[in-house]
């Protein structure tokens, strides 16, 4: 019984005898490797561009907050434990109170006393969804954030003082609020398109509270001294998901509680859609492709056998061992895949950036049109390299299977 060592010495000939008649052979070799590769690029792109495609939706659709907010209709009494019940989910991305629709809205004066009316008034707090990165959330309620539309209208930028205007009617008498507000910021039009007034959730109630007579007066006195005090219970609450599946969740949780709600899910699931139904063209053309690369792969390994029956047999007879003479084709398979997936993935990259460079500019944001991760191009390796070893398997039965005798034969 031959040793651990001769063994191994044994196999690692045969790892060179493979690579040298794959040498011998080059030209067959390199229809092989092309013949891989020509089934191999076209899979990569397909799985690129489904790749790219979705991922670029599907970031399109995070980026839009309003694709991740569950709208609130009608009025609720959402007290502190709802609130902090609400706050406690995982899929919970963004909350905060809100007063009646009735009650969300003011009237501006600029500098030259120009009215704005019935603009919408939208409370806002740190992290807010709609604020984009960088953007102050306002920290008292005299402060205010206009949207990009509404400040270009009444011509106003950051640090320019507005007259703030609550109107009511009390006992058949119109009466009314006025107060100086501070815009902070001005909110892009990518982020809200549409005229509205952003603040700081106490000038909300505190309009409220006026409206609906609980408070004799709202001046600029009260908007600098603690407004108003905490509520036990609010008719409505902003409420944004932490990514686009939990969207569902949290709308399906409120709706059980009796809260009717909107949401983006139409859209969501068209993307959804969109990706289930291309994963599911991918897999039937990448079983297709993979089942003829294995085919052609396995065939040509399997005639390449036969063609050498008689070397095979001498070198039987010279002592190579049974199960070392199949990893002749086993070694050649692999090293043909290889190569392949090597001049595949070269195409796919040459392919990819043809893609981009050409169908990249009908995409919003900074997506991709085809884009493979690192771990997808390995596991398309792995895939590769285990095709090549199952279609290697019967040459290298049927290498193990020849005879010995057969050299003498031909002697």
């Known amino acids: 019984m031959a040793s651990d060592p001769a063994r191994r010495q044994s196999r690692l000939e045969w790892v060179r005898l493979a690579l040298q008649d794959l040498w011998h052979d080059r030209r067959t070799a390199l229809v092989l490797v092309l013949t891989v590769a020509a089934i191999l690029a076209p899979l990569m792109l397909l799985l690129g561009l489904k790749t790219g495609v979705i991922a670029t939706l599907r970031q399109d659709l995070l980026n839009d907050p309003r694709n991740r907010e569950i709208i609130v209709y009608g009025a609720h009494r959402l007290d502190r434990a709802w609130f902090a019940a609400m706050r406690a989910r995982a899929d919970l991305g963004f909350l905060l109170p809100r007063t009646r629709s009735i009650n969300a809205t003011i009237d501006l004066l600029d ?15 740190p992290g807010d969804p709609l604020l984009p990165p960088g953007l102050p959330s306002p920290a008292q309620a005299d402060q205010v954030l206009l949207t990009a539309t509404l400040a270009e209208r009444i011509g106003v930028s950051p640090g320019s003082p507005l007259t703030g205007v609550l109107r009511r009617t009390r006992n058949g008498t119109p009466q009314a609020a006025r107060f100086t507000l501070t815009v902070i910021a001005v909110i892009p039009q990518a982020s809200l398109a549409r005229e509205a007034v952003l603040t700081h959730p106490d000038l909300l109630v505190a309009a409220e509270d006026y409206r609906d007579g609980l408070r004799a007066d709202l001046s600029d006195a009260d908007l600098h001294g603690g407004v108003v005090g905490e509520r036990a219970e609010y008719a409505g609450a902003r409420v944004y998901a932490r990514d686009l599946d939990g969207v569902d969740t949290l709308a399906a949780a409120m709706r059980d509680q009796g809260i009717e709600v909107r949401t983006q899910a139409e859209r969501i699931a068209t993307v959804r859609a969109f990706d289930r139904t291309l994963s599911f063209i991918l897999r039937v053309i990448a079983l297709i492709g993979l089942g003829g690369c294995a085919l052609a792969l396995g065939g040509a390994l399997w005639v390449n056998v036969e063609r050498k029956r008689r070397d095979l047999a001498l070198l039987r007879l010279f002592g190579f061992p049974n199960g ?23 195409a796919y990259l040459a392919g990819a950036a043809a893609f981009n460079r050409s169908l990249g ?37 049927r290498a193990s299977r020849i005879d010995p005798a057969e050299a003498l034969r031909d002697i």
């Open 361 to 397: 500019q009908n995409l919003a944001g900074q997506g991709y049109v085809c884009r493979l991760e690192p771990r997808q191009l390995g596991a398309a390796a792995a895939a590769t390299l285990l095709v090549a070893v199952i279609a290697a398997l019967a040459a290298g039965y």
């Open 111 to 125: 500098q030259a006393q120009r009215p704005y009316e019935a603009l919408d008034l939208i409370p806002t707090a």
């Open 324 to 346: 070392t003479v199949v990893l002749m084709p086993l070694i050649q398979s692999a090293v043909i895949a290889a190569l392949a997936f090597a001049l595949a993935a070269l």
